[in-house]
């Protein structure tokens, strides 16, 4: 049965839909059967994967409003084993629609009930801020993917991020975990980007990926080409990274290497 995954940070900016596209990506290129939701009004991992997000023909929104049912709004992407459930601008009209509904907060993780035995992996990228959209994200999720970037306010982010875990976890998802916290924007040139990553792996321990996502002009070229960084580029330092990544969880997840 699929492992359900948030990639979520209140703090922007940080690569949290590139790392939500590219380790889907990754874990799919291993063989993995992965689903990504998009839940981003924004809709970045859907033109991410090639999809054109201003026509599509059933959307998340679909699902919270009721009309269509989580099998509907499925597509392929253009990655063997890799599907996603996509995003646009509409999804802001779901959480109007929503306030007064009852159990709204479990709209997504009833739906995704249904088909997680289909998937090794389920990851779901979530809009930069506390929303309905994060809560139901948060209230699916089995556990809490961050990724961070190495500067200085990030430390600020993660602490506002971890209360809102807390919160999530004793009202809503008592199972719910930190899955791990991926370094990204990494920059070794950089002094404060080691100082940063050596005080979260002092905090989190081994809680922290030892991957290192590198800043790299590849990661940044490929959404605009709707491919993941390993279709535009696999010998980039960016693809290799996130390979890397993949092996990595993969890894935690059998305990072995």
Known sequence: MGKITAVANQKGGVGKTTTAINISASLAAAGRKVLLIDTDPQGNSTSGVGIDKDNLDGSLYD???GSRSIEEIMLDSGVENLKIISSNIEL????LELSGKENRETILKR??????NRFDYIFIDCPPSLSLLTLNALVAAD???IPMQCEYYAL???SMLLRTFNLIKDSFNPDL???GIVLTMFDGRNTLAHQVSDELRRHFGEKVYRTLIPRNVTL???????KPVIQYDIRSRGAQSYLELAK???GNETGTW
């Open 63 to 65: 699902l919270y409003t």
């Open 92 to 95: 802001i009209g779901a959480e």
């Open 111 to 116: 739906s995704v009930e249904s088909i997680k």
């Open 143 to 145: 556990s809490l993917l």
């Open 156 to 158: 600020e982010g993660i």
């Open 177 to 179: 975990e930190i899955e």
């Open 220 to 226: 940044a070229e490929a959404p605009s080409h709707g």
């Open 248 to 250: 990595e969880m993969m």
